[in-house]
């Protein structure tokens, strides 16, 4: 009997390290296919599109090129188009999709993120980019230096969005037709270092020509290499020419990435995108746009130019102008300052003079990476919708608080054909069902008061303003960090309150005005109607403006 079982015994565990090896031996097939990756946004498997090789050499590093579906579109075709693929004649988006056609195999990794379909590339669709980017690598040897983002229409636009916050990720970009969000002109700058070729029809009757050639003249003018190909008689599709004949591989794959170049030009207005090569913001004038030009124009010397910048942070380690043994000397806005340091060193500005930090920069609550705001930035990450239970409504209430909460949070309600859903499925609670993890891990939109809800309550000390719980023409909605992650309150009406659903495109009544909101907002019986819309202090308090306008409204107590 014991030797049975031990042979038995025996038989399970070399079955298990042979079904162990066999998924370790697994290879994907070259060419086009489509893989998923988990996202930790809500909780779902999301698609990209993948090329692998015809020969490809598990030894061997890749460039890597990222494309950027437009709008009506999706990542198989996007895989498609930059390859040159175009639909078959009368084929429809829909047809097009269903297959990978063969094509002229390139020594790269391509791939192309589904990123919820037509919502943009800011929020979760730009944290998906970034988590397929984050897949390849886990799965792939990726060159470093050979990564390159390309993409039309809405994804050129993403492509200079996303390319133009984290310079320092890419060694090239290529926008085909783009229509960038808001204001990602004023990053233009931080294009220093990798090149630009910009695609456009002359004819295009969806995104005027015109937004292009201002982006290649300003790119110009400012030192960026850029190069520019505009088709004559071409309208919106002007991606069939710009791909034509996998002419894009071609062009990447003459640039690399320089990971210490010598000049690092930056510009942000968020926390968010704080960092390019060796410089980092710590500290930015809350409300501009920060600025800064670092030149190690000699080994341990750097010269650097500030504006709208408080403190700051280089980090020289492995750049082939520093030598950790010997002093460095910055001259920051005509001032030297000089020190010794084994690679990292910070600046602090005090009476408008910089010197060597030599405390923490920030301490206590103060606006910094993950803390920041403005309110659209509790829906850019994890983020779960809770309404309120505490005070045993009736049914008949319940039910509204219910549907209030299922309406903010329904992302994926139907537009039409042509842009279908936003594929993205957040979770909606009662404030008795969120959980510690759901406290440890997620943003929470917050419906209700510190009287109707059991989480708001849970924060009220924290919290800087609340509504009156009596008050029903009024809605308050603004957004405040708490332990690592953000609260969202809508307290009253709903934000979307008498909005009008005029068939905007992208987005849903409820989501359309998010991404203009500041960090508060006080409305009186529709949104349109705004009391107060602002930021809060950098230290996160209602500033004294707010805080007038607040009061008179009758409809608010501050508690900071």
């Not at 995108?273 to 800064?292: C, H, M, P, R």
């Not at 405390?359 to 983020?383: C, D, M, Q, W």
Request: glycine share 6%.
């Amino acid at each position: 009997m014991g030797m049975k079982f031990w042979n038995t015994k025996l038989f399970t565990i070399l079955s298990l390290l042979l079904s162990i090896t066999c998924l370790q031996a697994q290879k994907l097939s070259p060419g086009p296919q489509v893989l998923t990756f988990h996202s930790d946004a809500d909780d779902t498997e999301q698609p990209y599109g993948l090329y692998v090789p015809k020969n490809f050499d598990e030894n061997k590093k890749y460039p890597l090129v990222i494309m950027l579906h437009g709008a009506g579109s999706n990542h198989r075709l996007a895989l498609k188009r930059v390859f040159g693929k175009t639909n078959a004649e009368g084929e429809t988006d829909v047809e097009a999709s269903r297959y990978f056609q063969s094509w002229e195999d390139v020594d790269f990794i391509v791939a192309s993120p589904y990123a919820r379909g037509t919502a943009g590339y800011q929020g979760i669709p730009e944290e998906d980019v970034y988590d397929v980017l984050d897949d390849v690598k886990k799965r792939f040897k990726i060159d470093e230096n050979k990564t390159y983002l390309t993409g039309l229409s809405m994804g050129g636009g993403g492509t200079l969005w996303i390319g133009l916050t984290r310079p320092d990720i890419w060694a090239a970009i290529a926008p085909v037709c783009p229509a960038p969000p808001e204001g990602t002109f004023d990053l233009a700058s931080n294009a220093l270092n990798f090149p630009v070729h910009f695609f456009h029809g002359d004819a295009d009757p969806v995104v005027p020509v015109d937004g292009t050639r201002k982006w290649v003249q300003h790119l110009q003018d400012i030192g960026v290499e850029v190069s520019y190909k505009e088709f004559v008689d071409v309208k919106h599709d002007s991606w069939v020419s710009a791909y034509d004949n996998e002419f894009i591989f071609e062009w990447f794959g003459h640039a690399e990435r320089n990971p210490f170049p010598d000049r690092v030009k930056f510009v942000s207005k968020q926390y968010k995108y704080n960092k390019a090569f060796w410089v980092q913001f710590d500290k930015i004038n809350l409300g501009t746009l920060a600025e800064i030009d670092a030149n190690l124009n000699k080994p341990n010397a750097a010269t650097i130019t500030t504006k709208n910048l408080s403190a700051f942070t280089v980090n020289l380690k492995g750049h082939p102008k520093f030598n950790p043994a010997t002093n460095v000397t910055f001259t920051i806005d005509g001032k030297a300052v000089t020190a010794k340091t084994d690679s990292s060193l910070s600046f602090v500005k005090n009476n408008n003079v910089w010197g060597v930090a030599t405390n923490p920069i920030a301490t206590g609550l103060v606006k910094k990476a993950g803390a920041e705001g403005p309110i659209y930035e509790a829906f850019s990450s994890r983020h779960v919708y809770v309404y309120g239970t505490a005070d045993n409504p009736s049914p008949e209430e319940l039910k509204k608080r219910v549907e209030v909460a299922n309406q903010a949070a329904d992302w994926s309600h139907y537009r039409g054909e042509f842009l279908g859903r936003i594929m993205f499925f957040p979770r909606v609670l009662s404030d008795k069902e969120v959980r510690p993890s759901d406290l440890e891990t997620s943003n929470l939109i917050l419906f209700g008061t510190k009287e109707t809800n059991v989480i708001i309550a849970k924060y009220a000390d924290k919290l800087p303003v609340h509504l009156n719980p009596a008050d029903k023409a009024h809605g308050l909605f603004y957004i405040f960090p708490i332990d690592k992650h953000y609260v969202a309150v809508s307290s009253g009406l709903p934000w979307w309150s008498g909005a009008e659903d005029n068939g905007f495109p992208f987005v849903s009544v409820m989501h359309r005005k998010l991404p203009e909101f500041k960090d508060l907002l006080l409305f009186k019986d529709a949104s349109t109607n705004v009391i107060v819309g602002g930021n809060f202090s950098d230290d996160w308090k209602v500033t004294e403006d707010m805080k007038t306008k607040l009061t008179s409204s009758g409809a608010i107590t501050i508690t900071k």
